[in-house]
Nanobody, 120 residues
Framework: QVQLAESGGGLVQAGGSLRLSCAAS??????MGWFRQAPGKEREFVAA????????YNTASVKGRFTISRDNAKNTVSLQMNSLKPEDTAVYYC???????????????WGQGTQVTVSS
């Protein structure tokens, strides 16, 4: 059974930073990424990175503040989030799939999510 486990979420003041991490239990996926879902809203693409290290961002939401990275040897992907804003508050989900996509349907595996709350 494939499992993705997120960690690193929490409560932070606006302007602060958090680093999220996701560990895959079985294998290294071609593409791993992050989505987020705020209360009452649809799940939104945040960033993704290929096995070779090519990254893709949702520039509308990230605005140069987030950086995605991965360690293939450890089957992990991280999301460094800086200059956090209250609108970044959401449950952040790790996802894995065969190719880079901004669509939720393109990802085959999902973590349970980790809560990120940014206070003003």
């Amino acid at each position: 059974q494939v499992q993705l486990a997120e960690s690193g979420g929490g409560l932070v003041q606006a302007g602060g930073s958090l680093r999220l991490s996701c560990a895959a239990s079985i294998r290294t996926f071609h593409v791993m990424g992050w989505f987020r879902q705020a209360p009452g809203k649809e799940r939104e693409f945040v960033a993704a990175i290929s096995w070779s290290g090519v990254s893709t961002y949702n520039t509308a939401s990230v605005k140069g503040r987030f950086t995605i990275s991965r360690d293939n040897a450890k089957n992990t992907v991280s999301l460094q989030m800086n200059s956090l804003k209250p609108e970044d508050t959401a449950v952040y989900y790790c996802a894995a799939g065969p190719a880079t996509s901004t669509s939720r349907a393109s990802y085959d595996y999902w973590g349970q999510g980790t809560q990120v709350t940014v206070s003003s």
